[in-house]
């Protein structure tokens, strides 16, 4: 039950952030592999069991613990849930994001598709959105920052969502409103734009907050192909090869940007 079996969750579970999440100082790195290892958990809960009662009973464990650590009743003694505890108690991390993740989880237990764009929009801001600010948050971002950051975390999640529809359209889940070209090419473009204006916006935020931005370091790389050609969506051809990967976070990571 300690940060050191969280980052090897997330190690194996979610190598980017767990890339990214090196490249802070050694101080936050904690931090930042609690909040992806509970993510991680949550996320998995939907897709572990073809079970919709099970799955809505784990992701109902996890609001359950999250009540428990801010209501202060005895925590339930978890890998993951005794170091978040510890966290949220040190930094005050907000308690609404932590439910609104875990409630927009639910929807992955079924196959409907999401009601239109703004239903889409709000479980990206929900998830990918969420979890980053926390992730901010918990490096020292104020409210100040908190509106670009879920702008920049939108554009994270629609490029990471851009990438899994091949594999979620295997398991006959269908996230898009609009699957044709020209809704994908007019998805991109619009994550894109938001992130760009969140990024330029966030230039002068301090440098142990960069590192929970640079989890998001191949997400413009990932719209602007998808851009350009909305046809790899539907193919998986959004990914570059891992060494071009590692080598852009590395320069942004020595030249302090995200």
């Excluded at 009601?115 to 969420?130: K, L, N, P």
């Amino acid at each position: 039950m300690s940060v050191e079996a969280c980052a090897d969750l997330v190690e194996r579970g979610d190598p980017d952030r767990f890339l990214s999440a090196m490249t802070a100082p050694a101080a936050d790195r904690g931090a930042l592999m609690v909040l992806y290892a509970f993510n991680l958990e949550v996320v998995r809960a939907p897709w572990i069991t073809a079970e919709a009662m099970i799955a809505e009973m784990r992701l109902q464990w996890w609001a359950d613990a999250i009540a428990e650590i801010y209501d202060g009743k005895d925590v339930r003694r978890h890998e993951v849930v005794t170091p978040l505890a510890a966290l949220i108690n040190e930094k005050g991390l907000d308690r609404s994001v932590f439910e609104a993740l875990i409630e927009a989880r639910r929807w992955d237990i079924y196959k409907e598709p999401h009601a239109d764009q703004a239903a889409m929009d709000q479980y990206i801001m929900d998830t990918s959105a969420g979890l980053l600010w926390l992730s901010a948050q918990a490096m020292g971002a104020s409210q100040a920052h908190k509106d670009f950051i879920m702008d920049y975390g939108y554009g994270m999640g629609i490029a990471a969502l851009l990438k899994a529809i091949p594999a979620l359209e295997n398991a006959q889940k269908y996230p898009l409103v609009d699957g044709t070209l020209e809704g994908v090419a007019t998805l991109a473009h619009s994550a894109f734009e938001r992130l760009r204006y969140a990024r330029r916006n966030l230039q002068a935020i301090p440098k142990p907050i960069r590192a929970a931005l640079r989890s998001g370091w191949t997400a413009m790389d990932v719209l602007k192909l998808a851009l350009r050609q909305p046809e790899l969506v539907a193919e998986g051809g959004l990914e570059n090869p891992e060494f071009h990967r590692k080598t852009k976070l590395l320069w942004k990571t020595l030249t302090s940007r995200f």
